[in-house]
């Protein structure tokens, strides 16, 4: 191959005769995991080949480019094979064009499956569409497509029967897909593949709350590969995109498990040689940014630079990651605006679960997210509990907070729990009660620390240092009272919370009736209502609770 390359490379015209050896050592390259390598290769032979052979080496420059995570370059040179690339050709690469076209566009081409589907009964044609739409399919899952997802799958469906891939590629596909999707019906189906069947057996494990089965599932199936091809991504097991994926998940899963610190490492590590933004639709980005904000408190050079390099059509929303960066800050209100600004705009959210920031449900009414298609258990409940508490009413503060802290104490993740810890130490400084706020604060402290999320451990400690400096004393009136409206609005009536706020500023009911052009009898009767739903007795009482509200909230 060596002298075929040197020949190749000093020849001043072409030389068709060395592109066929450039050709197969570039495709046994990308097979052995090393397609920057096959791509020189590959383009080399593209420069000298012709005919059948240019199209060969065309099509193997563009599956070493996807394999490398390329996007832009895959899908021109995949793209150069349609419409005048000889038909085998064109069957061999639908699939890497598929997954090419997705990554730059961010979408998955609209393209109906029975349109291209092969004129002939040639069974070698026949597996590359059948591959073709296993990869549609799961690109739509994660890109939450479910209608292109079910046009694919059924495509899938049709193709796998005429080959007989029912079991190897149909089955563990379809798993794979809804379960990313967010279907968790589908435990019977089982994969060997080394690809489809790990990522299907490692989601589930996470799915059913054994995290550090799927650790060790993650590792297995990688260092147990046993040479035979995964009929769902053959050749490209040892790929770095394939290997980004597996560095993905291993990073969520350190993420559910509450080790932020070695998350980010790992994420880190990672990015050093493997194309991490492209995965489950820029999920690395996400998670990039979102371990950044919980370590430094802000965005550093490591997520900014993986978002610069995101592939061109691949979209994430960057709202949460600025209320994330607020609420830290202490910037209550800005957070606030900024969550429900993206509620607005549909809330927005990836597949898999990633650390959002439910906690500004206490301060912006309606923002609570929906569940993620894929999450273990534990961060479900931990999520619930937040929600308890930032909904609990007055009279079953007690209670609930009780109930909340002891279901708190079962969480496995110090993430999680710190988080909720967290809420409860706000809430019971908001009701005046210091010596449970400080106990809950200073457990939540301490679990982020050990989870290594220094930045939200920081923000802890400003409020128990807040909590020590002025425990005991009414708080001077702070701005707008922002994050106490906010918090408020969730009980009180737009009306209520108007009248409200007007008392707590000091004015009369007379005043307050004259702005809100109602009777001082009506002022009476909303304040009487408010007392009853706030669990004060008296103005001085809600003046007291809505400064401490703005304080520890």
């Known amino acids: 191959m060596s002298a075929d390359w040197h020949r190749a490379r000093a020849s001043l015209e072409r030389d068709p005769a060395t592109a066929p050896e450039l050709i197969l050592v570039a495709r046994q390259l990308t097979e052995a995991g090393h397609p920057d390598r096959a791509l020189l290769l590959a383009r080399e ?49 639908l699939g890497a064009l598929i997954v090419a076209q997705t990554y730059v566009q961010g979408t998955v081409p609209e393209v109906d499956p029975t349109t291209v589907r092969p004129g002939t009964a040639d069974g070698v044609d026949w597996r590359h569409w059948t591959r073709a739409t296993a ?26 029967a005429l080959i007989g891939a029912e079991q190897d590629l149909r089955d563990p596909v379809v798993a794979l897909s809804w379960l990313i999707a967010g279907d968790r019906d589908i435990h019977d189906v089982t994969a060997a593949g080394s690809v489809s069947g790990g990522l299907l057996r490692t989601l589930r494990a996470a799915e059913e709350g054994d995290i550090d089965l799927a650790l060790r599932l993650l590792v297995t199936e990688e260092s147990t590969f046993s040479g035979e091809p995964d009929p769902f991504v053959p050749g490209y097991e040892h790929s770095p995109v394939v290997q980004a994926y597996r560095a993905i998940v291993e990073v969520l899963l350190l993420v559910w498990r509450g080790d932020i610190g070695l998350a980010r490492d790992a994420l880190i590590r990672a990015a050093l040689t493997l194309p991490i933004a492209v995965p489950f639709a820029g999920l690395g980005v996400v998670l990039a940014r979102r371990l950044d904000l919980a370590v430094l408190g802000t965005l550093g050079p490591f997520s900014r630079a993986l978002t610069i390099v995101l592939p061109p059509g691949t979209k994430i929303d960057q709202l949460v990651d600025r209320g994330v960066q607020a609420f830290l800050a202490g910037s209550f209100d800005d957070a606030a605006a900024t969550v429900r600004l993206w509620s607005d705009l549909g809330a927005p959210q990836t597949a898999i679960s990633v650390p959002g920031l439910d906690e500004l449900a206490a301060v912006a009414p309606d923002c609570l997210p929906a569940a993620a298609s894929v999450e273990p258990p534990e961060i479900a409940l931990a999520r619930q509990l937040r929600e308890r508490i930032a909904t609990a009413g007055e009279g079953r503060w007690r209670v609930e907070s009780d109930e909340v802290a002891e279901i708190a104490r079962t969480l496995r993740s110090p993430f999680e729990r710190g988080r909720v810890e967290a809420m409860l130490g706000a809430r019971h400084a908001i009701r005046d009660d210091h010596a449970a706020a400080r106990i809950h604060l200073q457990y939540a402290e301490r679990l982020f620390e050990l989870a290594g999320a220094m930045a939200w451990a920081k923000a802890i400690r400003g409020r128990l240092d807040r909590l020590e400096a002025r425990e005991g004393s009414i708080v001077p009136a702070v701005g707008a009272l922002s994050a106490c409206r906010s918090d408020w609005s969730r009980r009180l009536t737009a009306r209520e919370l108007e009248v409200a706020m007007c008392a707590v500023r000091g004015a009369a009911n007379r005043e307050i009736g004259e702005v809100l052009n109602v009777s001082i009898r009506t002022v009476e009767v909303h304040l009487g209502r408010i007392f009853a739903k706030l669990d004060v007795r008296s103005r001085v009482e809600l003046t007291v609770l809505a400064h401490r509200t703005e304080l520890h909230l």
């Open 135 to 160: 990869l549609a399919a799961i690109l739509c899952a994660e890109r939450g497509d479910r209608r292109g997802m079910r046009v694919w799958l059924d495509a899938l469906r049709d193709g796998a």
């Open 45 to 93: 032979a593209a420069e000298h080949a012709m005919g059948d052979d240019r199209d060969e080496a065309r099509l193997v420059a563009g599956a070493s480019a996807v394999g490398a995570g390329y996007a832009v370059e895959a899908a021109t040179w995949l793209g150069t094979l349609y419409p005048h690339g000889g038909e085998r050709h064109r069957w061999a690469g």
